[in-house]
């Protein structure tokens, strides 16, 4: 089953965020964080979207509150901080639950993908990447400590890349 037509997510400034638009594109799913110790990863989740933007590729960046309450922002704060502080242009979500009873339905299909070790399951921190190909399949999935510019995950991307 498709992530881009199984799911429903809004988008930050509310309303639908429409993950149908990303059939056909390389998507990099982030559950991000406005104050985490990996927060500076938004510059290269930035220059990574700009990168390969025009070759069918975004980042989408899915704020979560569950990892020491390090997103505790409304929207609109999330939203100045990225811009202002990093940036940021690529879409955003609504803040989730990536993880337990109230996981998000979006996070309930990435999370049965293995990362490079083998891990599959609950996120384990701020900064989680899941790589989504065209046809809506998650074909990697990312430690948080990897860096948007380490080599394994753009070989992952120009791969996935339409």
């Given amino acids: 089953m498709s992530v ?78 990225c811009s202002a502080t990093y940036g940021v242009t690529f879409p955003m979500t609504e803040k989730v639950d990536v993880n337990g009873a109230s996981r998000h339905p979006l996070y309930a299909r990435l999370v049965e993908t293995a990362d490079a070790e083998g891990h599959t399951g609950d996120v384990r921190w701020n900064f989680e990447k899941f790589l989504v190909d065209g046809r809506g399949d998650v074909v990697a999935r990312f430690s948080p400590q990897t860096e948007p510019d380490a080599g394994e995950l753009v070989d992952a991307v120009e791969k996935a890349l339409p």
């Fill in 4 to 81: 881009y037509d199984a799911v429903e997510i809004e988008s930050l400034q509310g309303g639908p965020a429409n993950l149908a638009q990303y059939e056909g594109k390389a998507v990099l799913i982030v559950n991000v964080a406005s104050k985490c110790g990996l927060t500076p990863q938004y510059e290269g989740l930035e220059r990574l979207h700009e990168t390969y933007a025009s070759r069918g590729f975004t980042v989408l960046g899915v704020p979560c509150n569950q990892f020491m309450g390090q997103e505790p922002g409304s929207a609109d704060e999330i939203a100045e901080f």
